[in-house]
């Protein structure tokens, strides 16, 4: 038997210095974006008037149609990778 245990055999395993590179750089990936949009405003659907309102309506009508098409691909694309890996 092998005294490395399967995560250690893998280049990803959870020990490896791989792994804790890719761990410590996604924290301060997401500590970086959290601090960038801390000052952001949502002054965009705040609109005045009746063409802002419009635009405001327009705005979100295309990011539901967006998503209802992204989020589903993203998914499959991820579920067909789990399901015929090597």
Not at 15 to 41: D, E, F, N, V, Y
Not at 71 to 78: E, G
Request: with cysteine.
């Amino acid at each position: 038997m092998n005294a490395l245990s399967n995560d250690d055999a893998r280049p990803f395993g959870k020990r490896s210095p791989l792994w804790r590179a890719a761990s410590r750089a996604a924290r301060i990936a997401s500590l970086a974006a959290a601090t960038m949009l801390g000052g952001c405003s949502m002054d965009l659907l705040q609109p005045h008037g009746a063409v802002g309102m419009q635009e405001k309506t327009l705005i979100l009508v295309s990011l539901g149609l967006m998503l209802l098409v992204v989020v589903p691909v993203i998914v499959l694309t991820l579920w067909f990778a789990w399901r015929y890996r090597a």
